[in-house]
């Protein structure tokens, strides 16, 4: 069982930062890939980033270039620095785990958090 928090949401000013990060609990957070999707407002749930246990990285187009995401396995941590941010990036993001397929399916992975909030004002 892992569960999953994340933190590091708020308000951000275009082109501005901010970090998010996903606490995980559980023995076997760093055998898990683990991914960050969002859902904007009136649309449906999206991949943003993933990391496989190895550390492969994935991003999505619409973020690549901008978004990096990394993991800690020793403090069961993984974060999403958002750089350059557009107000297009405005939506909750989710923190997920997983022994995943496809990372960029939702439906691969089997834990989820609760979502942190990330607005970008223009």
């Known amino acids: 069982q892992v569960q999953l928090v994340e933190s590091g949401g708020g308000l951000a000013q275009a082109g501005g930062s901010l970090r998010l990060s996903c606490a995980a609990s559980?023995?076997?957070?760093?055998?898990?890939?683990m991914g960050w999707f969002r859902r904007a407002p009136g649309k449906e749930r999206e991949f943003v980033a993933a990391?496989?246990?190895?550390?492969?990285?994935y991003c999505a187009d619409s973020v690549k270039g901008r978004f990096t995401i990394a993991r800690d396995n020793a403090k069961n941590m993984a974060f999403l620095q958002m750089n350059s941010l557009k107000s297009e990036d405005t939506a909750v993001y989710y923190c997920?785990?997983?022994?995943?397929?496809?990372?960029?399916?939702?439906?691969?992975?089997?834990?989820w958090g609760q979502g942190t909030q990330v607005a970008v004002s223009s």
């Open positions: 559980g023995r076997t957070f760093s055998t898990h890939d």
């Open positions: 990391i496989r246990w190895s550390g492969a990285t």
């Open positions: 997920a785990a997983g022994l995943v397929v496809s990372l960029t399916r939702a439906d691969n992975y089997h834990y």
